[in-house]
């Protein structure tokens, strides 16, 4: 029973140790894993990978206005589908990210973290009191694409908008709050629906800059 027990844990770190070598080697020259989530995004029963990575130019270390040396590098994602015991990318872009030590100005920058709900890979920006915006993809025709955008504008604890941008079924919501004297939870919302005009899905491995993605045009 004891040796059963031992084959089994050395089983577990042979098969860790072989998926972090395999995780490596689909990062491009330079790059190193900043952060890793697993789910099943193609709804196979077998958990995929999602690697947030960054670059290491050494160049791109800054002094920050606390006279603070910071690493200005930025970021980028990278989609690998598991089948059986191997990895297989499916989606990529290097640095469609800002870096976690950007300015904030008087408040901290919107901080980046990564969702998913069932097949869908959420990208979410959090700004604590400013609000929060997210943006959700989706595998369709060999790429992920965006199609659903969700903004919530706050001031403190006071919801004063929110917006959402249905790129599947072409509609828009935008929610104001028309309650002026509200404290929080007691918003009092008008609604406004419009439809979008969109040909193409926007793709996530063409997206630039998510810092400056526009999406007011729709």
């Known amino acids: ?44 029963q077998q958990e995929d990978c999602i690697l ?27 989609i690998l589908f598991k089948k059986n015991n191997n990895y297989t990318l499916v989606d990529k872009n290097y640095d469609c990210f800002s870096s976690e030590n950007e300015e904030g100005g008087v408040y901290y920058p919107p901080q980046l973290s990564i969702e998913t709900q069932k097949e869908d890979l959420i990208i979410q920006y959090n700004h604590g009191r400013y609000g929060s915006w997210s943006y959700r993809f989706r595998l369709i025709e060999a790429n992920f694409k965006l199609i659903k955008y969700e903004a919530t504008r706050n001031y403190g604890p006071i919801i004063t908008k929110e917006t959402t941008l249905d790129f599947l ?5 935008v929610r104001k709050n028309i309650n002026e004297n509200a404290k929080g939870g007691d918003e009092v919302f008008e609604n406004k629906y419009t439809t979008i005009v969109i040909d193409t899905l926007i793709e996530l491995s063409k997206i630039e800059d998510f810092d400056n993605l526009d999406l007011s045009i729709y």
Request: contains cysteine; hydrophobic residues 40%; positive net charge.
């Open 1 to 44: 029973m004891k040796k059963y027990a031992l084959l089994l844990i050395i089983f577990g770190c042979l098969s860790c140790s072989i998926q972090k070598v395999e995780l490596n080697n689909a990062l491009p020259k330079d790059y190193v894993i900043y952060e890793t989530y697993f789910a099943d995004l193609n709804n196979d």
């Open 52 to 78: 947030i990575i960054k670059d290491t130019n050494k160049a791109k270390k800054r002094l920050n206005r606390f006279d603070t040396i910071v690493d200005r590098n930025r970021r980028g994602i990278i």
């Open 169 to 173: 079924t072409k509609k828009k919501l």
